[in-house]
Nanobody, 126 residues
Framework: QVQLVESGGGLVQTGGSLRLSCRASGLTVRTTTMAWFRQAPGKEREFVAAIRRYALDQYYRDSVKGRFTMSRDNAENMVYLQMNSLKPEDTADYYC???????????????????WGQGTQVTVST
């Protein structure tokens, strides 16, 4: 049974940093495409970042490039999202997602992922 468990969310001031963690079980992060999505109140879930299976190439939505960094720890079977220079518009529930495929065309789509965590809340105050 696959489980993804996020942690690390919280309340932070504008310009601050947070590090989100996603612990995976039932799958191996090295051989799985892993991603972070977020969903703000009243809005659709949106892509934030991804690392494709086997590869080290990373993908980010434009608004977080240069501020967010996704990484993978194969030994711990975890993925992380380091978020720096946070802005109020980054406020959302953040979700870890996984898929066994590495298809580029669906990398940024909610529908491209099979497994989801329960989410962790990030609030950035002004």
């Amino acid at each position: 049974q696959v489980q993804l468990v996020e942690s690390g969310g919280g309340l932070v001031q504008t310009g601050g940093s947070l590090r989100l963690s996603c612990r995976a079980s039932g799958l191996t992060v090295r051989t799985t495409t892993m991603a972070w999505f977020r969903q703000a109140p009243g809005k659709e879930r949106e892509f934030v970042a991804a690392i494709r299976r086997y590869a080290l190439d990373q993908y980010y939505r434009d608004s977080v490039k240069g501020r967010f960094t996704m990484s993978r720890d194969n030994a711990e079977n975890m993925v992380y999202l380091q978020m720096n220079s946070l802005k109020p518009e980054d406020t959302a529930d953040y979700y870890c997602a996984a898929t066994t495929t590495g298809i580029l065309s669906t990398l940024r789509s909610v529908s491209g992922y099979t497994y989801w965590g329960q989410g962790t809340q990030v609030t950035v105050s002004t």
